[in-house]
């Protein structure tokens, strides 16, 4: 089961989460967002799920595997973030969807969220 941490529940989101909470092998564990009335309607629809304004929490979160940033226009160049490692997860994607990767994407399927482990 890989946890996921979700920075973000403006206009993507929900979207983000529920997808996630849909996909078997995946499960969201913590949103951030800095609007605390979103944080708010999210723990009314998942009350499991922990929330936070405060983004770094997610970093340091030892339940949590991978981090989601569906940050939109917040996001700027030469930005860095402590303690990430970078993975595309379009093939992920994918290989749950059972849609062969062209030769053209780079990157790999996150194994453990296709083999349960």
């Avoid at 340091?60 to 917040?74: L, R, V, Y």
């Avoid at 059972?98 to 996150?110: F, L, N, Q």
């Amino acid at each position: 089961m890989i946890r996921v941490g979700v920075i973000g529940y403006g206009y993507w989101g929900p979207n983000i989460v529920r997808n996630f909470m849909e996909v078997p092998g995946a499960t969201v564990v913590a949103v951030s967002d800095v609007c605390s009335e979103r944080l708010d309607q999210l723990h009314v629809r998942y009350p499991t799920i922990k929330v936070t304004t405060d983004a770094r929490e997610l970093f340091t979160d030892p339940e949590i595997d991978a981090i989601f940033i569906a940050s939109g226009s917040g996001i700027r160049r030469g930005v860095t973030l402590d303690r990430v490692r970078n993975m595309d997860v379009a093939p992920t994607i994918a290989a749950l969807l059972g849609v062969r990767m062209s030769g053209e994407i780079e990157g790999r399927a996150i194994s453990g969220i296709l083999d349960g482990k």
